[in-house]
């Protein structure tokens, strides 16, 4: 490395010894194990074509997206309105919101299965006082849906940090000419305020997204095993780590996790900008400006000449 110091160069050096032995290595030998055939050690899809040919693991695959991509949206509805209510507004006891916002992402998430279970399990407490109260209970917990509620509970703070993080950073004075020039309400945090938060509100989303993908304590506590982390434990656990089955699942999950991120980078790239109107809009804009301006100065050069003849029809202005 040119210019580098020797203590540079050892450090990057122990970064990528690090890296290779902790990260690429691990990854390196799934993705082999996953493509090759067992016994023999060639090249082959045979493994991935037996994946997509089982119908377990299709509905896992299907599962997993859908539990994530759930997860994401309830999560963005709670964590939306909580990063705009305590970085839009002052008010007190602000900031113990936001901590308390922080909260979830302390605990492991199979501690707040377990809350969530005595709380809204088929046994948990509110259900106890809908039967006694109402006569009926609601499956808050029961198969996929508990594992939607619980991770959105747990990851929404990923979300909510990013967002609170972009809508710290906008320019109001964009927002004020935004309500120079008429917009106001929902229509400016649409056009104005949303694009420049977008960066932000991805980064969380994308994130919450893999960890829901990926997870495996609170589908197997709530006893949900026809998702692709769960399965690709139980067939490690319950197989062997000989079965090319888990290290296939594996492989599924990183090239599912890094495609996520690469989706929120491309989603982000060219970001941060304020809505731009459409052709027409942004035309009728230039004209308003210009006839503005021409007015503007029209304007001026009236009292100019309101003045000068002022000073003409003035005595005094004729003596001197």
Request: glycine residues 8%; contains cysteine; hydrophobic residues 50%.
């Amino acid at each position: 490395m040119k210019g580098a110091t020797p203590g540079q160069v050892a450090a990057a050096a122990l970064i990528a010894a690090f890296l290779a032995v902790f990260l690429v290595l691990p990854v390196g030998t799934v993705m082999y194990v996953a493509f090759t055939e067992k016994g023999t050690g060639a090249f082959t899809l045979v493994n991935f074509a037996d994946f997509f040919r089982t119908e377990l693991f299709v509905r896992s695959l299907w599962n997993s997206t859908y539990v994530s991509a759930m997860s994401v949206v309830w999560a963005s509805a709670l964590a939306l309105p909580l990063a705009i209510v305590t970085t839009r507004f002052e008010f007190r006891g602000a900031a113990l919101v936001q901590t308390l916002g922080f909260l979830p992402l302390i605990m492991p998430p199979f501690v707040g299965a377990v809350a969530m279970q005595l709380l809204f399990g088929r046994n948990g407490s509110v259900n106890l006082l809908l039967d006694e109260w109402l006569g009926f209970k609601i499956p808050f917990m029961e198969g996929l849906n508990g594992v939607i509620f619980v991770q959105s509970l747990h990851y929404f703070p990923f979300i909510l940090i990013n967002l609170s993080a972009s809508l710290r950073n906008i320019d109001r004075a964009m927002e004020e000419a935004a309500q120079n020039l008429g917009s106001s309400g929902f229509r400016l945090f649409r056009r104005i305020v949303l694009p420049l938060a977008m960066p932000g509100y991805l980064a969380g989303a994308s994130l919450v997204f893999v960890k829901v993908f990926d997870d495996l304590a609170t589908p197997l506590l709530l006893n949900v095993k026809d998702m692709l982390a769960p399965q690709a434990y139980l067939r490690v656990t319950s197989i062997g780590i000989a079965d090319p089955m888990g290290y296939v699942i594996s492989v599924v999950l990183v090239v599912a996790s890094v495609g996520a991120m690469w989706l929120s980078a491309l989603a982000t790239r060219g970001r941060g900008k304020p809505h731009r109107a459409h052709r027409g809009d942004d035309q009728h804009s230039r004209r308003a400006g210009a006839t503005s301006r021409r007015r503007s100065a029209a304007a001026a050069g009236s009292r100019a000449g309101a003045c000068r003849a002022a000073r003409r029809r003035s005595p005094g202005a004729r003596s001197g």
